[in-house]
């Protein structure tokens, strides 16, 4: 790691009621890419030992769209060393990955179609130093995971194929097992985040505005919408949900288009949501949380590859 920085929260009101929160700041450090050659590396979740899982693309392979050759990556926190591999065989592009305690690695691959664009995407596991890819939850063809707990359950999303939305979200256990998570209403539901205890997270595009907003949908209960917009469009706030910890802390990307700003930020389960403020970076996103508040995430438009340590503020 290199280049460190230091970031502050700001509080805005867009959370559930109850007790007030103590300021947090971070330690910011950017992470290098994975070797010399790389032209970018970013870093989509971290575990409770510091490792985090993410994508790379040698500067050479980058620039031909969906039919780019990118790899997965994880790095090791102990070492400071990258571990890369290649998308399974059929496959050109790992879009986004992530990790569980056990080094267990999941996310999306994709198949470019040769003329810049899209001919499939699947979800894939990494481990035994290979790639391969998990059975489909819906049976669309197209789908994605997203997360992996400590149990190995993994939540993801697929395109819905009983016409009814365009995306679904979904949570696979180790049995083959599946549990659609579906935001009533939604044109997409993306389930981005499980924990341990089994809660998921995400966001989903409302089917009448056309906006992102966050849900949670705790173990064995009720989903709950965190985010809405009102007709007029006076708080008009985009939240897109990637990571969550085991107490229900969220962290993601936000977007203001009231006042024309973007940025990471971090939403305790009963408290208001926290704008980071990244010095240098006006596009941070937030990718992951683990159990001692240490983020990972992105900015540069994917470029630069962020870790956040929480420090006291002065």
């Known amino acids: 790691m290199s280049k460190t920085l230091s970031a502050v929260i700001l509080l805005v009101a867009l959370g559930l009621p109850g007790a007030a929160q103590a300021q947090t700041c971070y330690d910011v450090e950017i992470i290098p890419a994975v070797d010399a050659d790389n032209d970018q590396t970013s870093w989509y979740a971290i575990n409770d030992s510091g490792d985090m899982a993410g994508n790379y693309c040698a500067a050479d392979d980058c620039a031909f769209g969906w039919d780019s050759i990118v790899g997965g990556a994880v790095y090791d926190a102990a070492t400071g060393e990258a571990e890369t591999f290649s998308a399974p065989d059929g496959y050109n592009i790992i879009q986004m990955a992530a990790l569980n305690e056990s080094g267990l690695v999941v996310g999306c691959a994709i198949a470019g179609n040769g003329a810049g664009g899209i001919a499939g995407a699947a979800a894939f596991i990494y481990a035994d130093g290979g790639a391969s890819l998990l059975p489909d939850p819906i049976g669309s063809g197209y789908y994605a995971a997203t997360d992996i707990n400590a149990r190995g359950t993994i939540a993801g999303y697929s395109k819905c194929v009983d016409g009814t939305c365009d995306r679904i979200g979904w949570v696979l256990d180790k049995r083959g097992n599946h549990a659609e998570v579906r935001v009533p209403g939604a044109a997409r539901t993306f389930a981005f985040a499980i924990n341990d205890r089994g809660d998921v997270a995400g966001y989903y595009l409302d089917g009448t505005f056309g906006f992102n907003g966050a849900f949670f949908l705790p173990k064995g209960g009720e989903l709950e919408i965190l985010t809405t917009v009102d007709i007029f469009f006076t708080d ?29 930020f971090v939403w305790p389960r009963w408290g208001e949501m926290e704008r980071v403020d990244v010095p240098g970076f006006w596009d941070a996103s937030f990718t992951g949380i683990n159990e001692s508040g240490a983020i990972s995430g992105t900015a540069g438009g994917g470029s630069v590859g962020l870790f956040l340590a929480p420090t006291e503020c002065e």
């Open 236 to 264: 008009f706030v985009e939240v897109y949900v990637y990571g969550m910890d085991n107490e229900g802390t969220l962290v993601g990307q936000y977007i203001d288009y009231v006042n024309e700003e973007m940025g990471g």
